[in-house]
């Protein structure tokens, strides 16, 4: 029995270390493009907002598909050290699943962004697509918007888990977040709101500005979302993004021999 349980908890581990490495490697591509030194997405969307709009829906649309993908089939698609640590608090991880996703989540986004050196200079014009404070916005300034946006981030997937009739629109509802969020604030912060998303890029550029912001600030914010949506908490049945049918029975089973 031990062994099984260890065995399913590799097969969510390895799940979400490639999940991850996918959101770095084609988000990142993504911010590369839209915003590198070089790329011609600048002359034919020369309106920077616009450009950050497009690129927080298509990024938000990656973790999206992943989450519906047998990749968030097996390990809930968290993709984000914070988003797991929310689910702990939940009380829908134990705390070791909580402590091995964090560490396959970092070590999936440094290896999910090793590739992106094959941009070269268009990269490194943007730091491989790394978060660092605006210029001309002080420290506290650049921790409240992470702050704000992981809480939104936060309250947002508490809300559509909550309820059932909105739960299936869960994943569909991420790129119209950072569609929105994007454009607001990536000039103070880049709006990370997953410090798995900040270290990757980070390793690879050697950029390392203000980098407790981004796990000082997700995790405030996080905080903050769990502690609004208490009401909620009780209604979200387990630690995935999208619930597919195998686990609304295996959940209900649960139930019953509980």
């Known amino acids: ?3 099984k349980n260890f065995t399913l908890h590799w097969r969510e581990y390895s799940a979400e270390f490639l999940g991850t490495a996918l959101l ?3 988000g990142l591509s993504l911010v590369i493009i839209m915003f590198g030194e070089g790329s011609p997405a600048a002359q034919v ?3 920077i907002k616009i450009r950050q709009m497009i690129t927080g829906f298509l990024f938000g649309s990656i973790g999206a598909l992943i989450a519906i993908s047998p ?3 097996v390990s809930g698609a968290h993709v984000n050290p914070v ?3 929310a689910f702990r608090l939940m009380g829908r991880l134990n705390v070791r699943t909580t402590l091995g996703y964090i560490i396959v989540q970092l070590a999936g986004a440094v290896v999910g962004s ?3 050196l094959i941009w070269g200079s268009m990269g490194k014009s943007v730091a491989f697509g790394a978060t660092l404070p605006g210029q001309g916005y002080d420290t506290l300034t650049v921790l409240i918007g992470e702050i704000v946006t992981t ?4 309250v947002a997937l508490c809300v559509f888990l909550g309820f ?3 739960r299936p629109y869960t994943p569909l509802m991420i790129p119209f977040l950072y569609a929105v969020m994007v454009p607001l604030e990536a000039s103070i912060s880049g709006t990370s709101t997953n410090p798995a998303r900040t270290f990757g890029p980070a390793i690879v550029s050697g950029q390392w500005g203000g980098w407790w912001i981004y796990w000082i600030g997700p995790v405030v914010g996080m905080l903050a979302g769990i502690l609004g949506c208490s009401f909620l908490v009780k209604r979200i049945e387990i630690a995935k993004l999208y619930h597919f049918e195998s686990d609304k029975r295996r959940f209900f089973k649960t139930q019953v021999e509980k």
């Open 1 to 3: 029995m031990n062994m």
């Open 24 to 26: 770095l490697l084609f």
């Open 45 to 47: 969307i020369p309106n």
């Open 71 to 73: 990749i968030g089939k």
């Open 83 to 85: 988003v797991t640590l």
């Open 114 to 116: 090793w590739p992106l």
């Open 151 to 154: 809480f939104a981030l936060i």
């Open 164 to 166: 059932r009739r909105i």
